[in-house]
């Protein structure tokens, strides 16, 4: 498993792979499950230009850019679809079930659609959770996506603007709820996909958009 960490103490660290293992494990009797498997990748240390290490582009086109005017590395999606055509980025090797997964979110160019989200318990780039914010539509939706096909759980309205927000869900059992900027705005219930499955990102036709600090906890 490859990712960027920063400490699981807010103390600032950047830890490699292996130093993520040694705290994980002699912090065993302070954190609970879920915190020791915490993930962060923040795409400082890939090099712009191709997709981050540990990702796989399931679907779009998806590489490690340049913010503007910035010296931060984040992840782009590059690819210029149009309809419901859905750009998804899968990590490898992180398979959750009871899951609590984040992502800062800014768009970037898009004129069918903008912004963007987080995916959860996919079997693949064509089965999965996700919960967008889209601020050229001043909503906030959860969906499944089964065999390609959308179906919509709920929408919340929101305003929308150019700037970064942070888009979060968690996942217990049955029981989903999202967050946008630390705000509740969506809760259901669904047992589409009771296993562990992969985490990513997600985009929608010609939206392309900049992610940063994803963060992923659960069990």
């Known amino acids: 498993m490859t990712f960027r960490a920063k400490s699981f103490f807010n103390?600032?660290?950047r830890l490699g792979p292996p130093a993520v293992a040694v705290v994980a494990m002699t912090a065993a009797g302070l954190l609970s499950a879920a915190e020791a498997a915490k993930h962060l990748w923040d795409f400082e240390s890939d090099p712009p230009g191709t997709i981050a290490k540990g990702f796989t582009a399931g679907s779009g086109g998806w590489t490690v850019a340049t913010e503007t005017g910035t010296k931060n590395h984040v992840l782009l999606q590059t690819a210029k679809n149009v309809g419901r055509v859905y750009n998804v980025a899968l990590v490898d090797d992180v398979r959750l079930a009871d899951v609590d997964l984040s992502v800062r979110v800014k768009p970037f160019k898009g004129e069918e659609d903008q912004g963007g989200g987080v995916v959860w318990r996919a079997t693949d780039a064509r089965n999965y959770y996700t919960v967008r914010f889209n601020p050229l539509e001043?909503?906030?939706r959860l969906y499944k996506v089964?065999?390609?096909?959308r179906t919509e759980f709920g929408s919340a309205d929101?305003?929308?603007d150019e700037g970064?927000?942070?888009?979060r869900a968690t996942m217990t059992g049955t029981k989903i709820t999202c967050y946008l900027d630390g705000k509740k705005q969506l809760e259901f219930e669904d047992d589409t996909f009771p296993k562990a499955g992969k985490v990513g990102l997600w985009t929608k036709a010609d939206a392309q958009s900049w992610f940063d600090d994803f963060s992923v906890s659960g069990e």
Request: charged share 10%; aromatic share 18%.
């Open 164 to 167: 970064w927000h942070t888009v």
């Open 158 to 160: 929101v305003p929308g």
């Open 138 to 140: 001043d909503n906030f």
């Open 11 to 13: 103390a600032g660290f």
């Open 146 to 149: 089964v065999n390609g096909e």
